[in-house]
């Protein structure tokens, strides 16, 4: 053809999952694949009054173009916010974006050269791999425990310096896709690390609003704040719908990250932004978020009863204390991903983990998403998911029976039987 | 800092006239600076009942995560639209961005790589030069005459293989800055040209519905769909405030741009594109644009007669067809970026036309919006202008006086009187 695309686009393959997710869309299949938040927690009448009030009292300011660094009013509610959760920083630090993962578009144009080392939790968020796959980076990738990554593994990454990571992008709150929280030592350590090892920090937060227990630690940013740029999003708390996040950068970075911004779109639509900036004023995020805590707090404590109930031995997860997903590891020799078209067909959709991986990834895992569906639908959709384990365990297990007879072939790929490892069935807090 | 910048921070530099333009915010200073629509001309009433009824019809869905290619309806419409103007697209070419600036940095992502040649008009739109620029192109810059870009310097910039440009960049209809429109005999002969130089196109118009004389002719892409993006845009037509436009792509580039979409900001609001396709479905811009029309070609007469009075002999300029800007070149000795201080202390802000060069600025040259101020503000504004010249020219005047007795003195830098070469001084149709 008589175009030549740029080197960036070999990289860039469409999403064989999502091909397959297409089919979750049928009537008919419980979907626990998206990341969506559940439009019943809209609140949809307070957003009729709020842009019913902009557009009748300014209308010509919210419709014109407007400035790319966002309209001042919200970015000093924003600013107010995030000093309640021990983030202090100046409304001129204050970026407005076209959703968060906006943010994570300027910051790979401010940061990354083809060939910059990014380090990146293992796993981390899709939509975070592929949009700084886009400024071709090298990938390295941080092994974790259940409290986050290691601060060893930062300080690996950083080990040579000719190759050190340009920041290291972090999900400390109810992380996508493991839902992992980052404890308040971790955070600590981790931020520790990052100094002495002179990686600076990107911190991603759509979920941190969204806990069920008990709110989470202070940010990265709130104990780095010159080496952090800090991202929020209104999608979970508010609406998706309106494409609005924004991101907290440290006042050095703020005139690039400005120009980056005008060069992207010129600006995010200043109709949304009022909106928001009203319905925030009026302290509705107060009133809303805990019923939305409370709504989805009661669709995880359903997910995590019916996987105990239906799961089969083997499996291990860990219910996580706020968010939107449990993270499910199968038994050995079970693969998510090859499952899911026969997930599918029972009715059910799910995020095989494997995507969610920069390097090396984890086939036994998966993501299931609770709060689109009510109590008695995830209920159905895990047993449905119970089933098809137990299933393809039986297969397994005759796979395994079938070629274990041949002596002396010790060195098998195939898998060992789920017996000959312990397995941690995880539960619910 | 602890933070690397990428290598293209390198190149951007805030721009020194955006800064000088903040002044144009304050009361007193008339506006022929900004790109901006005229919010007399909003159909605010119709957007609120648009508005209304998407958020009491269909507010779940206009709120939550959408597709990345755009909603159907206003994909459809997109496409039935242009048809009418010569362009025939499926709806599957449609790709729904954020601004039609956003069209410009996807294009950016996928067809640029560092050193990649990109040919643009001279003088070209600020903001695609800003936004290319973030990919590390070198800039072929296409010279022209008062009909559009010469074929030959398209032929000529492609000579060498190795270097020939990923893209043509051009604004067929009422060009930014200049406001000139391309003939039909001008468009095939650079559709030929581009054709057998193996140079793809990129056609921006943001302006072609903004026609004051004669609708424009049938667009580039409609010469050679296959090897032309087509961007729209809704913010010159409806409003800006809603960041709604839209790219036409040949089919063999969709998935990868709707890959970059995806990465770049998910996808484009909802409720903004449900309120449009609202608003479109049912007439709106049939019955709108006309007044537009109306409205600007009445503005643009306002300005035509108004430079015609007050500018001293020796400036140059052709009223446009369309759009919303004259060009002007001032005489020989005068710096346009120079006099723009004085012109706001004077109450007037214009934008001096060096930044939209590539490459070799012409000093001379300015851009003024005829599209926000009424008839009287044009004339005061306009007035404010010739007076300010004609000082300007007194000054030189005086100064190539003071210069001219050093015998021998040939190779002066000053620059020679204006009487000493022929202007041209053109007028409104």
Known sequence: MEWTLARRCAAMNASAIREILKLAEQPGVLSMAGGLPSPHGFPVEALREAS????????????????????????????????????????????????????????????LDAGSAVAVESPSYLGALQCFGVFEPGWAPLEGDEDGPHPDALREAARD??????????????????????GDARRDALTDAARSAGVPLVEDDPYGELWYDAPPPAPLAARRPEATVYLGSFSKVLVPGLRLGYLVA??????????????????????????????????????????????????RDAMAAALRAALPPGCAWRAPQGGMFFWLRLPEGLDATALLPRALQAGLAYVPGAPFYAARPDARTLRLSFVTLDAAQIASGVATLGRLLHAALAERDGRLAAEEPVAGDVATSAPAPAASRPMIREEAP
Chains 1, 2 share one sequence.
């Open 161 to 182: 310096r000719a190759a050190r990571p340009r920041f290291a992008y972090l999900l400390p709150n109810f992380h996508n896709p493991t839902g992992r929280l980052m």
């Open 52 to 111: 019913a009030k902009v557009l009748r009292d300014t209308p010509r300011e919210a419709l014109q173009y407007a400035a790319s660094e966002g309209h001042g009013p919200l970015r000093e509610w924003i600013a107010a916010h995030l000093a309640l959760r021990g983030l202090r920083a100046d409304p001129a630090q204050v970026l407005v974006t076209s959703g968060s993962q906006q943010g994570l578009d300027l910051l790979g144009k401010l940061l």
């Open 250 to 299: 440290p006042p050095a970075l703020m005139p690039k990250l400005l120009q980056l911004k005008q060069a992207a779109d010129l600006h995010t639509g200043g109709y949304a932004q009022r909106v928001v900036a009203e319905l925030v004023r009026d302290g509705l995020l107060e009133r809303h978020v805990p019923t939305l805590r409370a709504r989805y707090a009661a669709q």
